[in-house]
């Protein structure tokens, strides 16, 4: 079955531990993407990528840090420098017609971070 | 910059009810797309429903339909015949459509939504 998969589901650290979070997908999309969601705030979003070897920061960048060297990889490390990394991260991806990542975005299942 | 607002932190229906969710949105942009997302407490994000700005039919999906209202930038979203399946964190969402925007999400924070039995 086509579709992303994001490991482990849950995943606990020590503070000041960097941790790298796993997004893989099989669906041949172009772009894919990494939202944080907390408690009443929705989601917002991390990195995204548009191509291989390629990537943007988004609107919380800070103490993030990703890589994309393969199309169906995009792994999401939280550094020890992010001060409150407790939280939901949902991985994403969608198709990229031209230039313009189309509009519907198709989510992996999350993994919930615990940092003590 | 863009802004999503969802002003009904939690909202109930009775099952088989219809219920309306709200959302406003601020932007200065003329082309970009509008979404609801339903989160059910799997935590699985789902499409529910999309609209293109330019067109002026509300988007339906079977019992979901919007009424979108771009002069007021306003976006809700009907649920009819609702079901206990529809139990769920509902997440209005936009997205311009542009090159170096990426297909970013901008998200409101949110209405939980029960049905009861």
């Known amino acids: 079955d086509g579709g992303i998969t994001q490991s482990p589901k849950y995943l606990f650290r020590k503070e000041g531990q960097n941790v790298t979070l796993s997004c893989e997908q099989n669906?041949?999309?172009?772009?894919m993407y990494w939202y944080r969601q907390d408690p009443g705030q929705g989601l917002r979003l991390i990195y995204y990528?548009?191509?291989?070897?390629?990537?943007q920061k988004g609107d919380i960048a800070e103490g993030y840090s990703v890589s994309r060297e393969k199309k169906e990889s995009f792994p999401l490390t939280v550094t020890s420098a992010q001060k409150n990394p407790t939280a939901f991260y949902l991985c994403?991806?969608?198709?990229?017609?031209?230039?313009?990542?189309?509009?519907?975005?198709?989510f992996g299942p999350g993994t919930r971070l615990t940092v003590t | 910059a863009q802004t999503v607002t969802q002003s009904q932190p939690e909202m109930s229906v009775q099952e088989a009810e219809t219920v309306t969710l709200s959302c406003t949105y601020d932007t200065s942009e003329n082309n970009y797309y509008l979404f609801w997302y339903k989160q059910p407490p799997s935590r699985q994000m789902i499409l529910v429903i999309r609209q293109e700005a330019y067109k002026q039919q509300n988007a339906t999906e079977n019992r979901f339909s919007v009424n979108f209202q771009k002069a007021a930038k306003s976006f809700s979203l009907k649920i009819s015949d609702s079901q206990l399946g529809d139990t769920a964190m509902y997440f209005c969402?936009?997205?311009?459509?542009?090159?170096?925007?990426?297909?970013?999400?901008?998200f409101g924070q949110g209405t939980e939504l029960s049905v009861k039995p």
């Open positions: 969402a936009f997205m311009k459509r542009a090159y170096n925007q990426g297909g970013k999400l901008i």
């Open positions: 990528s548009q191509i291989v070897n390629d990537f």
């Open positions: 994403a991806s969608s198709i990229r017609e031209g230039t313009v990542p189309t509009y519907e975005q198709y």
């Open positions: 669906l041949n999309h172009d772009a």
